[in-house]
């Protein structure tokens, strides 16, 4: 009741692939309608314990390994034995299932999509002179401008959101044109 009431709303502007990896698989805020098919994700859920995009990414990549994996039933290779060993009745159709909802993710919260890169976020040497200027008494701090969370997802929580525009592309800096133009 009371994230109604303040507009608490997952609302990110821009994530980590870590981050990514970590969300849900299922319910996901970044799927269209109709990603989901009940009977196809039941295996998925039950037999091979789907529970993150982490876990989509891992059973959906045995279909880019064409040299051992065969796009058939009863694939040979060690990922699909023990698969079917686990119950599943057709490991590839499940890895195409997965594949399928990760495609379908908004570009914001896709794992295997990378918004552009703004140029703005600090070098690893200033971070590191930030953490050293932490220390010292009067250190001066350079402000980090990035807008990528990268701890927790719970840093993706925001307040007084306005719920009905939900923002689905990445956020990122315009850059300064060169020459004033």
Same mark, same amino acid.
């Given at each position: 009741?009371?994230? %109604? %009431?303040?507009?608490?709303?997952?609302?990110?502007? /821009?994530?980590?692939?870590?981050?990514?990896? $970590? !969300?849900?698989?299922? +319910?996901?805020?970044?799927?269209?309608?109709?990603?989901?098919?009940?009977?196809?994700?039941?295996?998925?859920?039950?037999?091979?314990?789907?529970?993150?995009?982490? *876990?989509?990414?891992?059973?959906?990549?045995?279909? /880019?390994? $064409?040299?051992?994996? $065969?796009?058939?039933?009863?694939? =040979?290779?060690?990922?699909?034995? #023990?698969?079917?060993?686990?119950?599943? &009745? #057709?490991?590839?159709?499940?890895? &195409?299932?997965?594949?399928?909802? !990760?495609?379908? +993710?908004?570009?914001?919260? #896709?794992?295997?999509? =990378?918004?552009?890169?703004? *140029?703005?976020?600090? =070098?690893?040497?200033? !971070?590191? &002179?930030?953490?050293?200027?932490?220390? $010292?008494?009067?250190?001066?701090?350079?402000? #980090?401008?990035?807008?990528?969370?990268?701890?927790?997802? =719970?840093?993706?929580?925001?307040?007084?959101?306005?719920?009905?525009?939900?923002?689905?592309?990445?956020?990122?800096?315009?850059?300064?044109?060169?020459?004033?133009?």
């Amino acid at each position: 009741k009371q994230p %109604k %009431k303040h507009h608490v709303s997952f609302a990110p502007l /821009k994530i980590s692939d870590s981050l990514k990896n $970590q !969300l849900p698989a299922w +319910l996901h805020l970044g799927a269209p309608p109709r990603t989901y098919h009940r009977t196809k994700n039941n295996c998925l859920k039950q037999t091979h314990r789907v529970i993150s995009v982490k *876990h989509l990414k891992d059973t959906a990549e045995r279909i /880019k390994d $064409q040299r051992s994996h $065969q796009s058939k039933a009863t694939c =040979t290779c060690s990922k699909c034995i #023990n698969d079917r060993l686990a119950g599943c &009745k #057709n490991p590839h159709q499940c890895a &195409k299932t997965a594949q399928h909802i !990760l495609d379908s +993710l908004l570009p914001k919260y #896709n794992p295997n999509t =990378t918004p552009r890169k703004d *140029h703005l976020t600090l =070098t690893h040497r200033c !971070l590191e &002179k930030n953490v050293q200027a932490h220390t $010292q008494p009067r250190g001066e701090i350079l402000f #980090n401008p990035s807008i990528t969370i990268r701890n927790s997802l =719970t840093d993706c929580f925001h307040i007084f959101v306005d719920p009905s525009r939900p923002v689905e592309i990445p956020a990122y800096r315009l850059r300064v044109p060169l020459n004033g133009r």
